[in-house]
């Protein structure tokens, strides 16, 4: 896979604690295990918490790094041979974010066309313009829901924005934590039933996540869940969306504010 064909995949949800970092940090997790070079990035530029749930704080060196130092020096090695893109209190992550700077971010990142298949980006809650910016650059947009309405409103809101406002037509969903598989269906239907006016749009359901005891216990260990529960009902969930994932066509340059744009045009041309 060259950087043409990179996959750039944003997973967002407007409501928070519906379990984007849940299936972004695992998500990476499973890409990497099956032959994907894969970088996780910590979207939430003002509340970041991706290296946190990883225990990557731990043995941080915490020497301030200057301005204009190489995004690769924001990289740690993580789990399952994944690399993480994360601030760790540096000040390339601040705690109010204009969209300019987001797409500083999206520039930056350039350098790291050559080294990875796929970038996997933990984005924030909510609509702030700097998240909506970071969301819209990437190839492929998962959103992620759970069974309760206010998640499926905001989940909503979300897609007819990016949509009106940025013409994104694609999006794959998840519905996680849910009690009963047809639970996750369910919900799906209904957030079609929501955008059936929006005839462009196209969503493409890859399934459920279970609730799972495991997910909790794995978060008190700052480790994750495809690490410490491997075998349990969410992990497999997980990589059955992977597997989703890595067999649809990647997304071609589109010619707006993207993730890794200029390599990507130049290899096609």
């Not at 069974?147 to 519905?175: A, H």
């Not at 079609?192 to 495991?214: M, W």
């Not at 410490?228 to 067999?247: E, G, L, T």
Request: with cysteine; proline share 5%.
């Amino acid at each position: 896979m060259n950087s043409s064909t990179k996959q750039i995949i944003a997973v967002a949800g407007c409501k928070g604690g519906v379990g984007k970092t849940l299936v972004a940090v695992n998500l990476a997790l499973s890409l990497s295990n099956n032959g994907r070079r894969v970088v996780l990035m910590d979207g939430n530029l003002a509340v970041p918490d991706v290296g946190i749930s990883l225990g990557l704080e731990k043995n941080i060196d915490v020497t301030k790094r200057s301005s204009d130092e190489d995004i690769s020096s924001y990289i740690k090695q993580g789990p399952s041979g994944i690399k993480v893109l994360t601030p760790l209190g540096q000040p390339i992550w601040r705690e109010k974010i204009e969209t300019g700077q987001a797409i500083e971010m999206i520039d930056s990142l350039e350098s790291l066309a050559p080294s990875l298949d796929t970038l996997v980006i933990d984005t924030a809650p909510g609509l702030a313009p700097d998240n909506i910016a970071l969301i819209q650059a990437a190839g492929e947009i998962l959103i992620v829901l759970n069974q309760e309405v206010l998640s499926l409103l905001d989940s909503v809101r979300l897609i007819r924005l990016l949509y009106r406002e940025f013409g994104v037509r694609r999006f794959n969903i998840i519905v996680n934590a849910v009690t009963n598989r047809r639970y996750g269906s369910n919900q799906f239907e209904r957030l079609q039933s929501h955008l059936s006016d929006e005839v462009a749009i196209i969503l493409r359901y890859l399934g459920a996540v279970p609730f799972d005891k495991a997910v909790a216990e794995s978060l008190s260990k700052q480790t994750a869940l495809l690490e410490s529960s491997p075998d349990c009902r969410a992990s497999k969930a997980i990589n059955r969306v992977a597997h989703q994932i890595m067999a649809a066509p990647v997304t071609p340059p589109r010619g707006r504010i993207e993730f890794f744009l200029p390599s990507r045009i130049s290899e096609r041309t």
